[in-house]
């Protein structure tokens, strides 16, 4: 059974960083692509980043680009969310799941974890 936590959220000021775990058990991310997503109030969830299998490639949604780096660690079965120069409309719960093919937006399971609450402060 797959489950997916992740962590790492919290409060912070804009221009400020936080880094995001995916801690994922019952799959290996050594061998799926994995990707970031987050919803925000009275929003639809959307796709943040994706990376490829044995970090093959990365990509990212627009307002993203050159701010948040996704990265991960086959040993820890980890996937991460490097996010710099946070702005206020980066607040969102920040969720993981596995995404399809690389470039996917798309996540393959419809479970969902928690998520971690990030919030950015003006």
């Known amino acids: 059974q797959v489950r997916l936590v992740e962590s790492g959220g919290g409060l912070v000021q804009a221009g400020g960083s936080l880094r995001l775990s995916c801690a994922a058990s019952g799959l290996s991310i050594s061998t799926v692509s994995m990707g970031w997503f987050r919803q925000a109030p009275g929003k639809e969830r959307e796709f943040v980043a994706g990376?490829?299998?044995?970090?093959?490639?990365?990509w990212y949604e627009e307002p993203v680009k050159g701010r948040f780096t996704i990265s991960e660690d086959d040993r820890e079965n980890t996937v991460y969310l490097q996010m710099n120069s946070l702005k206020p409309e980066d607040t969102a719960v920040y969720y993981c799941n596995r995404v399809g093919l690389s470039g996917s937006k798309s996540p393959v399971y419809d479970y969902w974890g928690q998520g971690t609450q990030v919030t950015v402060s003006s």
């Open positions: 990376i490829r299998f044995n970090a093959g490639s990365t």
